[in-house]
């Protein structure tokens, strides 16, 4: 599969689409034979998905650091 990019060291190829990994692909240049690693779009969504768990997790935690004082606030 083809990528609509030329080669920013030769200028003349167009680049060469692999996928290595569900996340990371390679640019490979056919004319001068550089490698390009680049993430796809579902590795960005992974990235941006577990930052958002992460700040809900700490959201969480820190109302619960103040939000409790006692085991008292813990009884229904």
């Not at 390009?36 to 700490?58: D, K, M, N």
């Amino acid at each position: 599969m083809a990528h609509s990019r030329n080669c920013p060291y030769c200028g003349k190829a167009t680049l060469n689409y692999f996928e290595r990994t569900p996340t990371t692909c390679v640019l490979a240049c056919p004319g001068c034979r550089s490698l390009f690693p680049v993430r796809t779009t579902w590795g960005i969504a992974q990235e941006l998905i577990l930052a958002g768990i992460t700040v809900f997790t700490g959201i969480i935690s820190i109302i619960a650091f103040f939000g409790i004082r006692s085991m008292d606030d813990l009884r229904f």
